[in-house]
């Protein structure tokens, strides 16, 4: 396998250097592909087939799907604006506010879960959204996107901000100069050159969705074709015995992480510029 | 055509001290000093990216001081281009005239006068320096600006490139009628484009006036020093002289004539090119004003030879080649520097 290097490599030192850094790559690439092998090995054809067929596990499957997409353009959605703010404008009380931002990035996802049940049970405004206003977040479908929202939102956001950081404010300035708005320098030049890094956030924060099993436990439970999504089904059959079904189901959460990263990647680093 | 009125922009601890400025309609203006005189904050302050803290700018007699910079009718052109990356030369190009929702999109005169039209499919990353810089200036000037700011635009090329690109510059100023301004902090620069210029020191305002004013007849210390003279000493006079007959100075250990009656201390500033050196055998004892020194170092400086003397004061020679061939083929390091009087400018304090 011939490997090409971005920058040139010449003389032993070199070697060892780039040999170095390429060792570590591969001692965590084997790693992780182990650990998968591992589980594939462990599995049995019996064990496929009960996850393929599964009535409740295929519905769990497009819970974890669907909501952790709905949470990552709703993440993205406030990603947006929120790190254009934090990167453009200077105002009182700007980094408790990027601290704020950064908090769920730090604290245990459990105590996400911990939060908004304590928030939704046992605060006049909780009850208040969930009885009277009929949005009911508590043990419901709903309650997962919010759950996911919480925990993995601030990856979009930080990851946004860093992207329009990156962008050098003079070419903002040009775009006004040449006739743009405010918006339309945002729209036009900003948004367009922070994309990547939006990108990335917006993949970060699915992951982080996708996986998520903690704080839904605590917030909306596991109920059978109800609440139930993969990460949640994995503890439930392996905390009943089935080892090689909750292995299985992993090893389908990975292959749709996977397809989904990739998917992602290809669609973003392609996609045109539209102006 | 531009009017700047006691303009005052502070940012952190730096400040722009009430700046005015007037630039004609039609005139090439270049604003000099070095890094971190303030020049690109009073450009952005022209285009409006920058809000003024007090004073006002008027653009042809109407005050735009709170205009947006996109009503302002002014072609900016930044330090380092600032082309838009995620576009291709020609979407670049036609940036402005989309924003402002124009359906006429046609590029190839700007283009053509420029020079890019093989250019415009590229994507930015390839070009060379040179061809951003013009793919700029096509930007700006295809929204037919009245007003041209340019911010540095050719610090970034190589000598050749610069001066090709400052001929540019100029004809396409001259050919448009454009009112530039020009921001710099080479001196070559200004003399192969600007009409006029102004020196800009700390966010104050140092000198206006013709590029030959400011060679001649600079108002401060800073201004005869950023016009790259040398020669500045300090010197009394010991002889006021008669009514409309000249004064007498004490310069270190020697005496000099200068125009005019003056008094008390001065500063007196004597430009390298002015001087003229010949070799100490050559000179015959007579005429006033004369340095004998000694040279001790000279280097060839492409149009003219710099030399350095050593005598009562040291002093800074520009020599045409064939005066210095000369001294070489005298073999004399031993040599007398001559003053005109008229030569002798004296600073104002």
Request: with cysteine; glycine share 8%; aromatic share 8%.
């Amino acid at each position: 396998m011939r490997i090409s290097a971005n920058i040139p490599v010449r003389g032993w030192r070199d070697r060892i250097f780039s040999a170095a850094a390429f060792f570590f790559v591969s001692v965590f690439i084997v790693f992780v592909l182990g650990l998968i092998l591992t589980d594939v090995f462990y599995v049995d054809k019996k064990a496929v087939v009960t996850v393929l067929t599964s009535r409740f596990i295929l519905h769990a499957l497009w819970m974890s799907i669907w909501t952790s997409f709905v949470t990552t353009f709703i993440a993205l959605l406030f990603a947006v604006p929120m790190g254009y703010a934090l990167s453009r404008f200077r105002f009182p009380g700007r980094i408790l506010a990027e601290a704020v931002v950064d908090l769920p990035i730090v604290f245990p996802p459990l105590v996400a879960g911990l939060t908004l049940l304590v928030f939704f049970s046992q605060t006049e405004v909780g009850r208040w959204i969930q009885d009277d206003l009929g949005l009911e977040f508590v043990f419901q479908p709903k309650g997962i996107v919010l759950c996911q929202f919480v925990a993995a939102a601030s990856f979009a956001i930080r990851s946004a901000k860093t992207a329009f950081d990156d962008v050098d404010k003079r070419y903002e300035n040009v775009a006004l100069t040449l006739g743009c708005t405010q918006w339309g320098s945002f729209r036009r030049v900003s948004l367009p050159l922070a994309r990547n890094g939006i990108i990335a956030g917006g993949i970060l924060t699915w992951a982080r969705a996708f996986g998520l099993f903690g704080p839904l436990m605590i917030f909306v439970g596991s109920f059978r074709g109800r609440t139930e999504v993969l990460s949640t089904t994995i503890f439930l059959e392996q905390s009943v015995g089935n080892l090689e079904v909750a292995l299985a189901i992993a090893l389908l959460l990975i292959l749709v992480a996977l397809i989904a990263v990739t998917a992602i990647r290809l669609v973003g680093g392609s996609a045109m510029v539209k102006l | 055509m531009i009017r700047a009125e006691e303009i005052t922009f502070s940012i952190g601890t730096f400040e722009l001290r009430r700046l005015s400025i007037d630039i004609a309609e039609g005139e090439y203006f270049i604003l000099l000093g070095p890094p971190g005189s303030g020049k690109t904050i009073f450009l952005e302050c022209l285009c409006g990216l920058k809000k003024i803290q007090s004073g006002r700018i008027r653009i042809d007699g109407r005050n735009v001081t709170n205009l947006e910079p996109r009503r302002r009718n002014i072609g900016y052109v930044p330090q380092d281009y600032a082309l838009f990356p995620h576009l291709s030369v020609e979407q670049n190009i036609t940036f402005g005239l989309h924003a402002h929702g124009y359906e006429e999109t046609n590029i190839t005169e700007t283009a053509d006068m420029l020079g890019i039209r093989h250019l415009l499919s590229r994507s930015i990353d390839g070009l060379s320096g040179g061809e951003k810089q013009r793919v700029a200036l096509a930007r700006a000037l295809v929204l037919k600006p009245k007003i041209l700011l340019l911010d540095e635009p050719v610090c970034a090329l190589d000598e050749v490139t610069r001066q090709q690109v400052c001929s540019q510059l100029s004809d396409i100023q001259r050919r448009l009628g454009l009112t530039t301004v020009h921001v710099s902090h080479n001196l070559e620069e200004a003399f192969s484009v600007a009409d006029r210029a102004a020196i800009l020191h700390q966010g104050f305002l140092q000198q206006v006036g013709t590029l030959d004013e400011l060679l001649r007849k600079p108002k401060s210390e800073f201004v005869a020093r950023f016009m790259r003279c040398e020669n500045i000493f300090c010197a009394e006079v010991t002889d006021r002289g008669a009514r409309d007959s000249d004064s007498r100075v004490k310069l270190a250990d020697i005496e000099l004539q200068i125009a005019g009656r003056q008094s008390g201390k001065l500063m007196l500033m004597i430009r390298p090119e002015d001087l003229l050196v010949r070799p100490g055998s050559a000179y015959n004892g007579i005429g006033e004003n004369v340095i004998h020194a000694a040279l001790v170092r000279s280097r060839d400086c492409g149009g003219y030879v710099r030399v350095e003397l050593d005598g009562p004061v040291k002093l800074v020679a520009h020599m045409t080649h064939a005066a210095f061939a000369e001294l070489q083929r005298m073999h004399q390091s031993d040599v007398v520097a001559e003053l005109d009087l008229k030569n002798i400018h004296i600073l104002p304090q």
